[in-house]
């Protein structure tokens, strides 16, 4: 059996009709007959009923296309696999974010990536709402929070710790809070994907659902505002870790550890991978695992 045979028969069969396939395989439309013509005559069995615009399969060739299309699809699975790893990885790569873990986190493992890989173009969507991940065509998301979609696979990338925290000033006008509790007797700031704040001491926890004066979506917004003096916040460390060393920051409630927050990276769930994704989350986990033992 010549196997270029069986795969114009599946290129007949997938597009529906010996004119379709020869446009698509840039052959002529005779060309594509006598070839199905001669799978037919090497088998035995005639497979399909057919006219220049339509085709209809026999029981035969039913059967035939079930069981060889798995079988192509997975060999031209193996031929792009082995072409993406011996190949210079190119091609247009989709990663959505937030906005501050990307400012004070990604961005840099995003430019470093360009930079070992020059030529795989990076289109990055910074947003802090979700966005419709299929629609959008993207390649790679980054979410905050224990994230689940289905046909999605989600990767725990590392675990962000918060600090509660206020600015000289408004300690200096309101008092320093002891415990979680007494928080209900300040001015609160607080990011809209985290309105409650959760603390734990030992086996004691303790939730916080204050009345906010101001809430946003923005992490570094949330910071420059208790900066400011206009309250208390509770963020991820990479967003105050400056404040806190410059001094324009002060660490609350060391006794209280407010409960950290997963970062997941999430993609598409298929049997095959792009090498271009692929060298991404490989080289994105390998950052994580640095960050997270240095």
Same mark, same amino acid.
């Given at each position: 059996?010549?196997?270029?045979?069986?795969? *114009?028969?599946?290129?007949?069969?997938?597009?529906?009709?010996?004119?379709?396939?020869?446009?698509?395989?840039?052959?002529?439309?005779?060309?594509?007959?006598?070839?199905?013509?001669?799978?037919?005559?090497?088998?035995?069995?005639?497979?399909?009923?057919?006219?220049?615009?339509?085709?209809?399969?026999?029981?035969?060739?039913?059967?035939?296309?079930?069981?060889?299309?798995?079988?192509?699809?997975?060999?031209?699975?193996?031929?792009?696999?082995?072409?993406?790893?011996?190949?210079?990885?190119?091609?247009?790569?989709?990663?959505?974010?937030?906005?501050?873990?990307?400012?004070?986190?990604?961005?840099?493992?995003?430019?470093?990536?360009?930079?070992?890989?020059?030529? *795989?173009?990076?289109?990055?969507?910074?947003?802090?709402?979700?966005?419709?991940?299929?629609?959008?065509?993207?390649?790679?998301?980054?979410?905050?929070?224990?994230?689940?979609?289905?046909?999605?696979?989600?990767? =725990?990338?590392?675990?962000?710790?918060?600090?509660?925290?206020?600015?000289?000033?408004?300690?200096?006008?309101?008092?320093?809070?002891?415990? =979680?509790?007494?928080?209900?007797?300040?001015?609160?700031?607080?990011?809209?994907?985290?309105?409650?704040?959760?603390?734990?001491?030992?086996?004691?926890?303790?939730?916080?659902?204050?009345?906010?004066?101001?809430?946003?979506?923005?992490?570094?917004?949330?910071?420059?505002?208790?900066?400011?003096?206009?309250? *208390?916040?509770?963020?991820?460390?990479?967003?105050?870790?400056?404040?806190?060393?410059?001094?324009?920051?002060?660490?609350?409630? =060391?006794?209280?550890?407010?409960?950290?927050?997963?970062?997941?990276?999430?993609? =598409?769930?298929?049997?095959? *991978?792009?090498?271009?994704?692929?060298?991404?989350?490989?080289?994105?986990?390998?950052?994580?695992?640095?960050?997270?033992?240095?």
């Amino acid at each position: 059996m010549n196997y270029q045979d069986l795969f *114009i028969f599946l290129k007949v069969v997938e597009r529906g009709s010996f004119l379709s396939a020869s446009e698509a395989l840039s052959v002529p439309t005779s060309t594509v007959s006598r070839k199905v013509q001669q799978l037919e005559k090497d088998l035995g069995y005639k497979l399909m009923h057919r006219s220049a615009r339509k085709m209809v399969l026999t029981e035969a060739g039913v059967k035939f296309y079930n069981r060889c299309q798995p079988l192509f699809n997975e060999l031209e699975s193996a031929a792009k696999e082995l072409d993406d790893e011996l190949a210079e990885p190119s091609g247009l790569l989709r990663v959505t974010a937030p906005v501050s873990l990307t400012n004070d986190l990604l961005a840099e493992w995003f430019f470093k990536f360009m930079e070992r890989f020059p030529r *795989i173009n990076l289109e990055l969507i910074v947003v802090n709402r979700n966005i419709d991940l299929v629609e959008e065509g993207i390649d790679v998301a980054f979410r905050i929070g224990d994230v689940r979609m289905p046909n999605w696979i989600s990767r =725990p990338l590392l675990e962000s710790s918060f600090s509660v925290c206020a600015s000289e000033d408004y300690l200096l006008r309101r008092g320093a809070p002891k415990h =979680p509790q007494d928080l209900y007797q300040h001015t609160l700031i607080v990011t809209r994907r985290n309105p409650v704040w959760s603390f734990s001491q030992g086996d004691e926890m303790v939730r916080i659902d204050g009345d906010a004066r101001m809430k946003v979506d923005e992490l570094n917004i949330a910071a420059r505002a208790a900066e400011n003096g206009l309250g *208390i916040v509770n963020l991820p460390d990479y967003v105050v870790t400056k404040s806190l060393a410059a001094g324009r920051l002060q660490k609350l409630m =060391p006794d209280w550890q407010p409960h950290p927050r997963e970062v997941h990276m999430l993609y =598409p769930e298929r049997k095959y *991978i792009p090498g271009k994704v692929r060298l991404f989350i490989e080289f994105v986990m390998f950052h994580a695992n640095e960050r997270r033992f240095n």
